[in-house]
């Protein structure tokens, strides 16, 4: 007779209890403390108003042309058309909203002229850009709808300083609103589009450029919802800017630029020396004269402090500075231009002015006054 089998696991026998207290429960256990671990490290979206959306910057290359066939006859005598670059910055938005609510948005531009463009400018003897009838449309790309939001500045005189150096200048803030349509934790992408603007100039001759000025690269503005309270604002970096780099003792000269904190003071200085200051206005723009000290020769070095944390809002900028000369002028020597041959009237330009115009530019300047002369007939 065949021996007697043991009772069979099936299920509830106390062999399998001790399997399952063994093995099975510590298992799933365990899985549930690596799912808790992973939700628990996770950093979930802020929920519709209980965070914000961080400050954003977008940043773009244009290039302009002509709005008008007076102005593209002009620009075609250039060896270049006029180009510039663009930083759009805008602060946090608190709180952030939902899906379908309002989303207020406040935008600063700051613009750095093409330094070729200064350069050109400045040897045909223009002095400053009057800037005026500015259109400078923001529009959403994605996670938002409506209406572009659009500055329209004031005019703005923009001294061109020596062309030697770029130069820069903030307009704004502008402010608007747009209605999202992103969900929570989804961005939304903002981009700047195309300008409008009429540059005066008043010499060597009195005209206005009617440009419209296209982006042809640009990185656009993302924005997505974070968690707890927007960090200090970042205000860009300090860009500065003086009318001239070359120098005497006792010189007075501009000092503008873009990336001081609205309300605060900036101040210029030269071996730790304060030299000129100004306070910043609403868009972070500034300008004040600044004195070159006595005593001082050869390279140095001119600080601006923008007043930023941290030192990230100083700039830099090299300076050369000759003392006057002491040499004696013998008596009968003609001295500061007296006697020297002008053409035209006496509110003309300057022969030397002309002369080195047409040795730099030739053909540019020609064109430059035939265009001119037909816009006078």
């Known amino acids: 007779m065949r021996a007697t089998e043991g009772p069979t696991n099936t ?12 093995g099975a429960i510590p298992a799933v256990v365990f899985a549930i ?16 108003g209980t965070g914000f959306l961080p400050a954003g910057t977008a940043s773009a290359h244009y290039s302009c042309v002509g709005a008008d066939a007076d102005t ?36 600063v531009w700051q613009f750095t002229q093409d330094p070729a463009t200064i350069s050109t400018a400045v040897s045909l003897g223009i002095t400053s850009f009057n800037l005026s009838g500015s259109s400078l449309p923001m529009h959403a790309d994605s996670g938002a709808s409506g209406a572009d939001v659009v500055g329209t500045p004031p005019a703005l005189d923009v001294p061109l300083g020596d062309g030697s150096q770029p130069v820069s200048y903030a307009q ?37 450029l009617n440009l419209s000025c ?41 000092v503008q630029g873009t990336g001081g904190v609205p309300g605060k003071k900036v101040t ?42 941290q030192g990230a809002g100083v700039e830099a900028i090299s300076i050369t500075a000759t003392p006057a000369s002491t040499t004696t002028t013998p008596p009968g020597t003609v001295t500061s231009g007296e006697g020297l041959a002008r053409t035209g009237s006496s509110d003309g330009i300057p022969a030397t002015i002309l002369g080195a115009g047409l040795i730099a530019f030739g053909g540019l300047l020609f064109g430059f006054g035939r265009r001119l002369a037909r816009s006078r007939a």
Not at 11 to 21: E, L, Q
Not at 33 to 48: D, E, R, Y
Not at 184 to 198: K, R
């Open 72 to 107: 593209q006859g002009i620009l075609a005598a250039l060896p270049q058309p006029p180009a510039f670059d663009v930083v759009v910055t805008s602060p946090a938005v608190t709180p952030n909203p939902d899906n379908g609510e309002s989303l207020p948005m406040s935008f």
């Open 214 to 254: 296209a982006p042809t690269s640009v990185t656009p503005m993302s924005l997505v919802d974070q968690q707890g309270t927007p960090p200090p604002r970042d205000y860009g970096g300090c860009n500065a800017a003086v009318s001239t780099t070359n120098v005497a003792p006792g010189d007075v000269v501009t």
């Open 11 to 22: 299920g509830g026998g106390p062999r399998d209890r001790r399997w399952r207290r063994s």
């Open 268 to 309: 210029a200085s030269i071996g730790g020396t304060p030299v000129g200051s100004g306070t910043a206005d609403s868009a972070g723009s500034y300008k004040f004269p600044a004195t070159i000290p006595q005593g001082l020769s050869g390279p140095l070095t001119l600080s601006v402090d923008c007043g930023q944390s």
């Open 33 to 48: 403390t690596i799912l808790v671990a992973a939700f628990a490290g996770a950093s979930p979206a802020a929920a519709a």
């Open 172 to 208: 704004g803030p502008f402010t608007g609103s747009f209605t999202r349509t992103s969900a929570i934790g989804t961005p939304v992408v903002l981009s700047p589009g195309t300008v409008s603007v009429v540059v005066g100039v008043t010499s060597p001759a009195a005209l206005n």
